[in-house]
């Protein structure tokens, strides 16, 4: 069954680094996310990423936020600066059409922020 | 934006009993309303999905039902087991951006009891 991967399972870094999160999306699907979830906490949508632009994004996703899809196959997430709020779980999934179709979650990027 | 209640934040049920959790949207607009299970450090794996023009929709032992006009759906899962301990989120689709991002509840602890 495909399945959507992500890199790194688990990152540790220091307040202020650059951050990317690495995400291949199921091949033949069309749109992509990215979902947060603090510990113990819902999922929060932060992007989605439709026809090689930004879809819509949330008040989450402020400017030291940013994600491309550089190859056609990878998706990612940069954090430009990151603060220790900023430690969660980054869940990318993708969806293969617009009306229906299941969204699919990758395994999820741990990050730490110390 | 859509916004999603979810209720109860945890539920403890003996084993074989039924267990029952609610979730109310905003967004009228709203038309496809899944669930996830997530295990703990795992990513959400959806078990059941229902779409507004329908009432009622069964697998096994999950059912969901969906009342539009009430703008509520609950998910019913009876004669439970250990195993389908986890946190249970709802989440609904509206028509917003174009790549129609889900809104999630705030989960629901289910603990089934030997």
């Known amino acids: 069954e495909p399945e959507v991967t992500q890199t790194p399972s688990h990152q540790v870094t220091q307040m202020g680094q650059e951050v990317i999160l690495r995400c291949v999306p199921i091949?033949?699907?069309?749109?992509f996310y990215w979902y947060r979830q603090i510990l113990g906490q819902k999922v929060e949508f932060l992007v989605s990423?439709?026809?090689?632009?930004?879809?819509?994004k949330s008040e989450i996703f402020d400017d030291q936020f940013s994600v491309e899809r550089p190859d056609g196959s990878n998706f990612t997430l940069k954090i430009r600066s990151t603060k220790l709020e900023d430690s969660a779980m980054y869940f990318c999934?993708?969806?293969?059409?617009?009306?229906?179709?299941?969204?699919?979650f990758g395994e999820g990027s741990r990050l730490t922020v110390l | 934006g859509e916004n999603v209640e979810q209720h109860p934040s945890t539920l403890s049920v003996q084993e074989g009993d039924s267990a029952v959790i609610k979730c109310t949207y905003s967004d009228s607009a709203s038309n496809y309303f899944p669930w996830y299970k997530q295990e703990l450090g795992k990513r959400p794996q959806l078990i059941i999905d229902i779409r507004s023009n329908v009432g009622e929709k069964k697998d096994q032992r999950i059912a969901v039902t969906l009342n539009k006009t009430a703008k509520h759906f609950s998910l019913h899962i009876t004669e439970t087991q250990p195993e389908d301990s986890a946190v249970y989120f709802c989440?609904?689709?509206?028509?917003?951006?174009?790549?129609?991002?889900?809104?999630f509840g705030s989960g629901t602890q289910l603990t089934v009891l030997p």
């Open positions: 091949s033949n699907h069309l749109y």
């Open positions: 999934a993708s969806r293969g059409q617009m009306n229906t179709g299941e969204l699919f």
């Open positions: 990423f439709y026809n090689n632009e930004i879809s819509e």
């Open positions: 989440a609904a689709r509206g028509l917003q951006g174009s790549a129609r991002q889900l809104t």
